[in-house]
């Protein structure tokens, strides 16, 4: 299958390279604007340290996840349990739940676990995102004690019907779908997106935690080797389907329905440690989750006020089956969930001249969770389950101020309050400062100071067994300072960068861990000091007509210390890089494009991550450092009836042995091919 | 354009000067051991579905210790949840629950000599001759019947009362033809199996979820239940001590515990005839007394205790910390009068001890 994607891949692009190419060709991806707009500061941004991916990013194809887009993009850590498994993220050396993600407003953490699976969010259904780091999380939502996701959907705005449609076909029988119906009226814009990816995803890879032994008639072992294995039970379907419809009803009001619809069914991959045959055992998580938004604007000169109203249904499905030798599968496991979640925001925002901004933002969820862990055989004899009902109401207010005497200088406070259940955090402060130090080189100074809550999760509190209904919230303070400059020239160049430090103590950390009876339980027993630096920039150059470059590169230094009490006269956590955590990070991300080619190169950098709080590095706990580089070559036509993209990558491309978490294999190198068209539809 | 393959040359020569760089991976080091004499193997369990089991070796006599024995001497991972480990026929059989699979070791050189797979959650193995011996498991309703010569699964025994999904079958002990078995997860019952016929042949209710089992010198099973836990639909009750005489399978005494408490591992010393346990505190008593002990042989020191064994030939007490379970556990060896003696660092979560 690789040679014949080896061949297919430099046929394509052979006949791409020979094929006619048409002036009026659109290129995409690249329009250098002049730096005096970069330059503008916007109100609502005062002080906060952002992160945006472009369109070119996030659209890049069809088989990325957010989760590929925050590894190469952002100084974001991804922990990935595998390919198209469960993927967590560690903003600024924190947790996975202390990172808040939106869509469309909606908050989509699970209320159960409290993180996101990024795996689950494919980048093409993504129009806009932006990273909201540390302090700046506060102007969104509260909990972000390492930061916030922004994610959101946008309507086409254009005329007529349009379609596209976009086949992958890849390494390990992968097919990749994209399918999207629009059509755009003055008033009317109607989207479609669907898309599938399906794979079994049985990867070949030489497992060198396990050894085969060669044995002789009397099963003596005569010799020994690391066999070459296929990634076992790792297959995976992916379904997602998202609606969109919004109505520009004039003087200012626009509603818009955005619905999307999930259908996963996802094994879960066996250990490399695993003896058992894959044949013998099922291992399978399903979920159906359908998440929907309606929203209203209205917009005037100096004010704004809007509402939004959801709902989300999610259905999760784990089992566990085990065929006994009778060829039927039985249940070892069987754990469901289900949550109704109600969602409701209304928020307004007040221009007073061009000094002030006054905003106001309300956020309502209401969560209706089934959890069903474990089937039993009561002392009676009776079938009972092991598991909990429970509910919550989830608000969240703020109220900021945005100020800015002059050009240079904005101050901006914002103060939020939550309650989660009948517990209410105290006020959370966020004050926010910039100065433009040199309008020349844009140069812009930046500081920040928040307080913030995490409050525990569903889970935290009532799974059983286990929950823990008298934790207390996270509380930490954090503080950042930074500066961003850009310079260049219209059409020409383009260069902007920023670096910040920051620094963050949480307390009352919350951690799972073993009681007296053996199953584990929630308690607030860390205090972490995370901190660091963070640096980014962007380059895009146009050399001349038809060769252009656009480059990002991230660097990040986050150390995340525990600073907590030792918990017994043992313990040599404290003092210590929490687990999991790399202290450095990088990432670089390059798109060179001549004419209708374009040539897209991504690297990424992680440092050694310890697996114990120890930060022991032993032959079984070692996770080195590693270098990840994938490549893609693409090319755009444009014929009179339609617009075609032949595009191929590679990833892995230096075929490295690595791994994301201990026993988890990762793919070596492997191969894509997507065909994009979209039909011009009378737009000739 | 000259400026641009000026860029370019630079552009490929940091690419290939930073970008290349692989990854450090040293396999396939064999380490050799001779460990001669008696021994300790202590069973660190690791972390769930991270695959970081390790087995460690401390000889008493030296105080010292030798971590990650089973990699060392293999050059490959020992696997997910190492739950435990017995000897038998000059092997070390270890049992790792979520790799499905028991290594024989050598117990010397540490270096495996055959491996029995197959299993669907294994917990501890028990040998009835050098051809046959059981293998509970979690998560299933059989105990699998092994022939430890050939590494082969060649049956099941069937429990009573238990589907795949709520089968748990637990630790061991033989007394004559007749073997007994705690049922430990959500479950409470003693099951009584006849060696000869390989079936379960009588079962007796006790406390809920019994967590383990031992065999002392009078012929008295003693096991010790946790009690369920708050809101558990199984039940929630006061946890006890239960002395079973083996021969006619019947509760004799049971001593117990305030509701709330969390006892567990039983274990005997050489002579069998003082029990140990972790509640809390490590608490000892004779097998004849006819009451539980005022005060505890140890006092609680700020931690969870996981695993605990007495010495068979000093009468030694190990106590195993898995102090946060995210680093390495620590082995705390104390007399048999309550000084200590000797600690030190084993692996992530040491959970069980086989002594050689």
């Known amino acids: 299958m690789r040679g014949f994607l080896v061949i297919l891949f430099v046929v394509l692009t052979a006949y791409a390279a020979q094929a006619q190419t048409t002036e009026n060709w659109i290129d995409e991806g690249l329009s250098i604007p002049e730096v005096a707009v970069l330059g503008e500061k916007p109100m609502k941004d005062i002080g906060t340290q952002k992160t945006s991916f472009s369109e070119s990013v996030l659209k890049e194809n069809i088989a990325l996840s957010m989760a590929d887009v925050l590894t190469f993009n952002s100084s974001i850590f991804v922990k990935t349990y595998g390919r198209a498994t469960l993927s967590t993220v560690s903003f600024r050396g924190t947790s996975p739940s202390h990172t808040q993600v939106s869509w469309n407003g909606l908050r989509i953490n699970s209320p159960m676990l409290g993180m996101t699976d990024f795996s689950m969010i494919p980048s093409y259904f993504i129009d806009d995102a932006s990273l909201l780091h540390g302090t700046s999380s506060v102007n969104d939502t509260g909990g972000g004690l390492g930061g916030s996701i922004r994610l959101s959907t946008k309507p086409l705005q254009a005329e007529g019907f349009g379609v596209q449609y976009i086949q992958g076909i890849g390494s390990f029988r992968t097919f990749d779908e994209f399918l999207r119906l629009t059509y755009g009226s003055r008033k009317w814009q109607f989207s479609t997106r669907a898309a599938y990816s399906s794979s079994p995803n049985d990867f070949k890879y030489r497992n060198r935690d396990k050894r085969e032994n060669i044995y002789d008639e009397d099963k003596n072992i005569i010799g020994r080797y690391y066999p070459i294995e296929r990634n076992r039970s790792g297959a995976y379907k992916d379904l997602h389907i998202l609606q969109e419809i919004s109505f520009n009803a004039g003087r200012g009001d626009s509603f818009a329905l955005k619905a999307w619809y999930i259908n996963s069914n996802r094994e879960l991959a066996m250990l490399t440690t695993d003896y058992g045959d894959e044949g013998d055992f099922d291992n399978r998580q399903r979920e159906q989750t359908l998440r929907s938004v309606l929203e209203w604007n209205h917009l005037r000169q100096t004010w704004k006020i809007g509402a939004k109203a959801g709902y989300v249904y999610s259905w999760t499905a784990y089992d566990f089956k085990r065929d006994p030798g009778n060829g039927t599968m039985e249940v070892m496991t069987r754990s469901r969930s289900l949550t109704n979640t109600l969602f409701g925001q209304v928020e307004g925002e007040y221009y007073i001249g061009n000094k002030w901004l006054f905003t106001a933002n309300l956020t309502a969820h209401q969560h209706f969770v089934e959890s069903r862990d474990k089937n039993i055989i009561r002392q009676d004899g009776n079938k009972a389950i092991v598991g909990y009902d429970q509910s919550r109401v989830e608000l969240s207010g703020a109220l900021s101020a945005k100020w800015r005497p002059n050009e240079r200088l904005g101050l901006s406070l914002v103060l939020r309050e939550e309650m989660f259940g009948r517990d209410f955090s105290p006020i959370i402060p966020a004050f926010f400062t910039e100065y433009e130090l040199s309008r020349r080189g844009n140069i812009v100074l930046k500081g920040s100071v928040s307080q913030n809550f995490r409050f525990p999760t569903l889970n935290d509190l009532y799974f059983l067994p286990g929950g823990n209904p008298d934790l207390r919230k996270e509380r930490g303070w954090t503080y950042d300072a930074g500066v961003s400059f850009a310079v260049g020239r219209e059409n020409s160049f383009l260069l902007s960068g920023s670096a910040s430090w920051f620094d963050s103590y949480v307390k009352d950390w919350i951690l799972w861990l073993a009681t007296p009876k053996g199953f584990l339980s929630p308690r607030n027993v860390k205090e972490v000091h995370a901190y660091g630096v963070e640096l980014k920039t962007d380059l895009a150059v146009a050399f001349n007509r038809h060769w252009k470059l656009d480059a990002s590169a991230t660097f990040s230094w986050t150390p995340s210390i525990n600073e907590g009490e030792p918990m017994t006269e043992a313990d040599k956590s404290v003092g210590k890089q929490l687990p999991y955590i790399p202290e450095l990070s990088a990432t670089l991300s390059a798109r060179l494009q001549w004419r209708r080619w374009a040539f897209h190169y991504k690297w990424c950098y992680y440092s050694e991550r310890y697996t114990m709080s120890s930060n022991d590095i032993t032959l079984t706990g070692k996770l080195p450092d590693y270098y990840m580089s994938n490549i893609s070559l693409e090319k755009g036509f444009s014929f009179s009836w339609a617009d075609l993209t032949l595009k191929g990558c590679i990833n892995n491309l230096f075929d490295e042995d690595y791994i994301s978490v201990l026993s988890r294999p990762m793919p070596g190198i492997n191969f894509e091919i997507f065909i994009g068209i979209t039909p011009k539809w009378g737009k000739r | ?356």
Request: charged share 20%.
């Open chain 2, 1 to 356: 354009m000259r400026l641009f393959s000026t860029y370019l040359r630079l552009a490929v020569l940091i690419f290939l000067s930073v970008f290349t760089g692989c990854m450090e991976w040293e396999y396939g080091v064999e380490e050799e051991f001779s460990a001669s004499g008696s021994g300790l193997f202590i069973v660190n369990e690791g972390n769930f579905n991270y695959g970081n089991a390790t087995l460690s070796y401390y000889n008493p006599a030296t105080k010292e210790v030798e971590n990650e024995i089973f990699y060392r001497a293999n050059a490959m991972r020992l696997g997910d949840v190492a739950q435990s480990m017995t000897l038998y026929d000059g092997k070390g059989w270890v049992v790792v629950n979520n790799s499905h699979v028991i290594f024989a070791i050598n117990p010397d050189t540490f270096q495996e000599v055959g491996r029995i797979e197959g299993f669907t959650s294994p917990r501890y193995i028990h040998f009835i001759s050098d051809e046959k011996a059981y293998v509970s498991q979690i998560w299933d309703n059989r105990i699998a019947i092994v022939n430890p010569k050939r590494y082969e699964i060649t049956g099941y025994i069937e429990c009573p009362a238990m589907t795949m999904e709520s089968g748990s079958t637990e630790q061991m002990v033989q007394w004559g033809d007749y073997l007994f078995v705690n049922c430990w997860s959500y479950q409470n019952r003693i099951l009584k199996i006849d060696t000869r016929t390989d079936k379960v042949v009588a079962e007796l209710e006790v406390g809920i979820q019994p967590t383990s089992i031992v065999l002392d010198r009078n012929g008295k099973l003693w096991t010790i239940t946790d009690g369920g836990y708050e809101g558990s639909p199984y039940g929630y009750e006061a946890p006890a001590l239960y002395r079973i005489d083996a021969e006619t399978f019947s509760i004799e005494k049971a001593f117990r515990f305030s509701r709330g408490d969390a006892p567990s591992e039983v274990q005997l010393n050489g002579s069998r005839d003082r029990l140990y346990w972790i509640n809390d505190d490590i608490w000892a008593m004779g097998v004849d007394d006819e009451h539980l002990p005022v005060r505890p042989f140890l006092e609680y020191a700020g931690t969870i205790y996981y695993g605990l064994t007495i010495c068979p030939l000093s009468g030694d007490v190990y106590i195993a910390d898995a102090i946060d379970y995210q680093q390495p556990g620590k082995i705390y060896r104390y007399t048999q009068t309550g000084e200590k003696i000797h600690e030190f660092y084993a692996g992530i979560i040491p959970g069980a001890f086989c002594w050689k």
